[in-house]
């Protein structure tokens, strides 16, 4: 990637002052930059911001053109229509950008801009371009009804051209040396965000919990307990509106977290809450489900299929949405209903409470880490007794068993990770996560591949598209028991991959010292 240097420019200091400046001291071709109509998009935990980029929406008969710029890497393409996901787009440069960073998160306007300027080729000797410096100023408004306008300071992006690195070093000290330019490394949209008081979105979902090494066990598990309340609570409103499929995602593991930490540490809190808690959590997990089944389903499927013609893949694809708005329709009513309303209070008022005034038993008052640490090494000890055992023909439900100790495992390493040496856990995350996810995907192929002949045997009206959905159910099905069982050989391979000497090591490192 080529140099990008990015500077703000002091309000009081006009584009056409800056532009006369700089083409006085140095080599430039002149372009204005027209003035145009630019809408900032990201998704809601702010995936484009954290990359660097910036991706625009500009009005082009016939419709608009959606540009991403990150760093020097430049992609445009022109669209009819608004775009929301990264597979509304067509097949090009721009999607392969974008796709794998906004995944499938919904994009989302945060800020509008009307924005001018101008654009200065800078030359060398032989009256070569070796860079361009964008400078650009404006006003902008937050995408809200009669959001006020407000202007933004100038901003100036020198881009190097690809292979004059070297070359720019005399024309970016020209730059700096301009009185009120400063040096930024705010993108365009950060920039615009913070003239309008607002910020770059971030991740409300990102668990951070910071343990001292001597925190009660009931005082931390309160604490962590809290922090997966407030991602339940953060992802809830985007769920009930359905706005993609990661918020009921975020939701979920914000559940399931929270019952693996009250079924994990025993004796720390009081029994009847946590088992009220527990069963009230599991419920959640139940009625979240199917949904979540169903946009994993509709994630895979939305990519180009080599076992499905392009007739089948639209067929089933509509029945799969259709089936998936009746499921949200249902989760919705359950999410808004008083049992869900008295948890939430109930819980929040639970874990408000001081942690001395509870009596869990006899562990609430040792160190937290050793409780953790105990708990996980004996279920660390309990998963390799388990892997040992496995073999060619291990029934399927045996190795769901291993996924859900492995599951516990990962979710209390990452809820406690701020207690303990961060290279070892570093090796143990990596095996977890390995671990996890291949044991994931085969119980996902094998879930899928059951629920798919279910669903084709209940698609039974006669029309023509659901004929063509059936027979892609049942192909689909037929493809999701393969991946099962090519996945057989890589669930065996990370489970003989856990038991390695080197993560044995850094799991006694870390958890079984405390406790010889």
């Not at 998009?41 to 053109?65: E, I, K, M, N, Q």
């Amino acid at each position: 990637m080529a140099l990008e240097a990015r500077y703000v420019v002091r309000p009081d200091w006009p584009v056409e002052r800056l532009v006369e400046s700089l083409a006085a001291l140095l080599p430039v071709r002149r372009r204005a930059i027209a003035r145009q109509r630019i809408t900032f998009l990201d998704t809601v935990d702010g995936r484009v911001g954290r990359a660097g980029a910036c991706l625009t929406l500009t009005p082009h008969a016939p419709g608009y053109r959606l540009q991403w710029r990150q760093g020097t890497l430049r992609a445009a393409c022109s669209l009819v229509g608004t775009v929301q996901f990264a597979w509304d787009l067509p097949r090009g440069p721009l999607r392969q950008r974008i796709a794998p960073i906004v995944e499938m998160r919904r994009l989302i306007p945060f800020a509008e801009a009307e924005q001018d300027g101008a654009q200065l080729d800078v030359l060398d000797e032989t009256r070569k371009t070796i860079a361009r410096l964008d400078i650009v100023s404006g006003r902008a408004r937050l995408p809200k009804r009669r959001s006020p306008w407000r202007p933004f300071p100038p901003f100036l992006t020198l881009s190097a051209l690809r292979g004059y690195d070297e070359q720019c070093a005399g024309p970016i000290a020209i730059v700096e040396s301009r009185p009120g330019v400063e040096r930024s490394d705010l993108t365009m949209q950060a920039h615009v965000l913070r003239a309008l008081g607002s910020q770059v979105p971030r991740d409300a979902s990102a668990y951070c919990v910071a343990l001292e090494p001597t925190v009660r066990a009931d005082v931390g598990v309160l604490r962590m307990l809290r922090e997966l309340l407030r991602i339940i609570v953060a992802n809830h409103a985007g769920v009930l509106s359905d706005l993609d499929s990661e918020f009921l995602h975020e939701f979920r593991v914000g559940v399931r977290r929270s019952r693996a930490l009250l079924g994990s540490i025993k004796g720390v809190l009081p029994q009847a809450e946590v088992d009220h808690f527990r069963a009230e959590l599991a419920w959640l997990g139940r009625i979240t489900g199917p949904a979540r089944d169903l946009d994993v389903l509709l994630l895979e499927l939305r990519s180009p299929s080599k076992s499905l013609n392009e007739d089948q893949q639209r067929a089933i694809l509509a029945q799969l949405e259709r089936e998936r708005a009746r499921t949200q329709q249902a989760l919705a009513v359950q999410l808004a209903s008083a049992r869900y309303r008295e948890l939430i209070a109930r819980w929040s008022e639970f874990l408000s409470q001081d942690a001395r005034g509870n009596r869990g038993g006899g562990c609430g008052a040792l160190p937290l880490v050793t409780v953790v640490s105990r708990r996980i090494w004996r279920l660390y000890r309990r998963a390799l007794s388990d892997i040992e055992r496995v073999g060619g023909n291990t029934p399927a439900h045996e190795l769901h068993r291993i996924r859900i100790d492995a599951k516990r495992l990962r979710y209390l390493v990452s809820a406690a990770a701020s207690l303990y040496d961060a290279e070892d856990l570093a090796i143990v995350r990596r095996a977890l996560k390995r671990l996890q996810s291949v044991l994931g995907e085969f119980n996902d192929a094998r879930g899928q591949a059951n629920w798919l002949r279910w669903y084709g045997c209940a698609l039974n009206e006669p029309e023509p598209d659901v004929t063509i959905a059936r027979e892609a159910a049942a192909a689909l099905a037929e493809l999701a028991d393969r991946r099962s069982e090519k996945l057989r050989k890589s669930v065996n391979r990370q489970l003989l991959r856990f038991g390695e000497s080197a993560i044995r090591a850094a799991f006694k490192r870390l958890f079984h010292n405390e406790h010889p």
